[in-house]
Nanobody, 123 residues
């Protein structure tokens, strides 16, 4: 069993910053097989979208809308993935979800999601 827990959301004014944290826990076997980690966001009535992701070799990917403003980082020892949100805009308002992907010894990769954390940016 793998548990994914996000923290750090809140209310911030436009132009402000927030830091989101995601902690992964579970069996050593599963933790050692974490592949990619990422942050997604979703607003009511819209599909969940990728914000940023990072692989085991530290390759990162960002949505065009957040490039240059957000930064994702990963701690392989603590099993955490953080997202620093800078120069926030009202359109960044969403529920942010952490997702990790685990590679099993056989079969397809399996995704695990957190419960989400609300980020609200006021204008």
């Amino acid at each position: 069993q793998v548990h994914v827990v996000e923290s750090g959301g809140g209310l911030v004014q436009s132009g402000g910053s927030l830091g989101l944290a995601c902690t992964v826990s579970g069996s050593t076997f599963s933790i050692n097989r974490i592949n990619s980690m990422g942050w997604y966001r979703q607003t009511p009535g819209k599909q969940r979208e990728l914000v940023a992701s990072i692989t085991g070799s530290e390759n990162t990917m960002y949505a065009d809308s957040v490039k240059g403003r957000f930064a994702i980082s990963r701690d392989h020892v603590k099993n955490t993935v953080d997202l620093q949100l800078n120069n926030l805009l009202p359109e960044d308002t969403a529920v942010y979800y952490c997702k990790i992907q685990i590679l099993p010894t056989s079969g397809l990769p399996k995704d695990y999601w957190g419960q989400g954390t609300q980020v609200t940016v006021s204008s």
